[in-house]
């Protein structure tokens, strides 16, 4: 059951991120060179730059990335002063200037500046840093995804074409039996009712093919809205299968990085400094003014100075709901986490095991089914043509040889689309040069 869940995952991740890179593209500014049309076909190396540079879901996460990286600039400044002026004991009538010619007003000139207590700003600074830790972590996930729907469309496609191809010669074999039953027809080889059949299995391989050439139009059509095409073109052509086929699979790394566990680390980090932040909240924070006064004679003083401390009384609260609040979203924070953990342990063996079912499958039916028939059909059609076998049996032989070659292009299909699912799931430890761990190492400048 586990299995069918995760390849009925696989087949709809493609098609849902597409329609999400469609919706959003109205959202997102274009990016420059994404707008320009596609032209000769597309390579592997190509899809995955643009997909990098032009998808809005992934630029939709750089742009979180962006405002995390703020968010880790405003936690460490401090509380800028406050600056006041003010000006009482005008006369209208005197004016601001008595017959001494001095000025008759009194004016206050005061600057108060907050002291946070408690180490506050330094559990700020901690809070944002992981916070731009857990987006860089999710900017990477949002790639892996967007890889993964990238590879499961371009296996599609490149199916969907050698399907196309497929049904083609198999229709240029039955247009040649229909000649040739049409000749035993008229020569009275053949009865009316034997004929018809081959006209009717021609008419469903015409179908069949009408329905391929549809099949394929719907899939450049979900690579376009992945690789963020915006006009794309009625014949979009890619040069060969997925490069990641192959045969041997790297064994699971117990160092291995998946991007959605360390975000989601990075996020219990952001909730233990925000839990820690919230606590100090009881430790109140000073305000430390100085002023200059004015008062002039002879009622004043003259020209005074003073100096002013403030501080919080906690009279209807202590920042309780804060605190229970910070400690909700810790616990929820690592329930995430061991959610997540939880899954990709059982998601490691079962997706394994998806890609070697489909592996084997596809190599039995490559390397033995599809030689002998293609051997039994060429003798099938060469015995029919000199009347040694009857027509039914031929037709029969050929159904059989057309549907094992599609079930191989379909197993083939379906252990591309588990490879990638395997590859992009368990992510062996990073690259310098993989799109999807590119940024995430990059220490940042900070003030």
């Not at 045969?247 to 839990?275: C, H, M, N, T, Y």
């Not at 070659?405 to 252990?415: F, G, H, P, S």
Request: charged share 25%; glycine share 6%; net charge neutral.
């Amino acid at each position: 059951m586990e299995i069918k869940r995760l390849g009925a995952t696989a087949r709809r991740l493609s098609l849902w991120l597409g329609l999400c890179t469609a919706v959003g593209a109205g959202s997102v500014q274009a990016e420059p060179g994404c707008g320009s049309p596609v032209s000769g076909p597309i390579q592997w190396a190509g899809a995955v730059e643009r997909l990098v540079r032009c998808n809005p879901e992934i630029r939709l996460a750089t742009a979180a990335l962006d405002a995390a990286r703020a968010d880790r600039v405003i936690a460490g400044q401090i509380p800028n002063p406050q600056a006041s002026f003010g000006a009482a004991s005008i006369n209208p009538q005197r004016g601001v200037r008595g017959p001494n010619q001095d000025y008759q007003i009194d004016w206050l000139a005061r600057i108060d500046q907050l002291i946070e207590r408690g180490g506050k700003r330094g559990l700020r600074i901690s809070r944002a840093e992981s916070g731009l830790l857990a987006s860089r972590w999710q900017a990477a996930d949002t790639r892996r995804l967007a890889l993964l729907a990238l590879s499961h469309a371009w296996s599609e496609l490149w199916a969907a074409r050698q399907r196309e191809s497929l049904l083609e010669s198999v229709l240029v074999d039955f247009r040649r039996i229909e000649e040739v039953s049409r000749i035993r027809l008229e020569a009275g080889d053949i009865a009316q009712a034997d004929y018809s059949r081959v006209v009717i299995d021609l008419q469903r391989i015409e179908n069949d093919q009408a329905q391929a050439r549809a099949d394929r139009i719907r899939v450049q059509q979900l690579l376009s809205f992945v690789l963020a095409i915006p006009s794309p073109p009625t014949d979009l052509a890619i040069e060969g299968p997925w490069p990641a086929l192959q045969g041997d699979f790297p064994s699971p790394d117990v160092l291995a990085i998946r991007p959605e566990i360390a975000a989601a680390q990075a996020q219990v980090e952001q909730a233990k400094s925000a839990r820690e932040l919230a606590r100090q909240l009881g430790t109140r924070d000073v305000s430390v003014g100085v002023q200059a006064d004015r008062y002039p004679a002879p009622a004043g003083d003259g020209n005074t100075y003073g100096l002013s401390i403030s501080i919080p009384l906690y009279a209807w609260h202590r920042h309780e709901g804060e605190l229970a609040r910070a400690e909700a979203e810790f616990a929820a924070a690592l329930l995430q986490r061991e959610r997540l953990e939880q899954q990709a342990n059982t998601q490691q063996t079962t997706l394994l095991e998806e890609r070697s079912i489909a592996l084997n499958r596809w190599r039995r039916l490559r390397d033995h089914a599809v030689p002998l028939g293609e051997r039994l059909s060429s003798s099938i059609r060469l015995a029919y043509e000199q009347r040694a076998i009857s027509l039914l049996d031929m037709l029969d032989s050929l159904r059989v040889y057309r549907l094992l070659q599609i079930d191989t292009l379909e197993a083939r299909l379906q252990y591309e689309k588990s490879d990638a699912l395997a590859r992009a799931l368990l992510r062996i430890s990073p690259q310098a040069d993989d799109p999807v761990f590119r940024f995430v190492g990059i220490p940042e400048t900070q003030p």
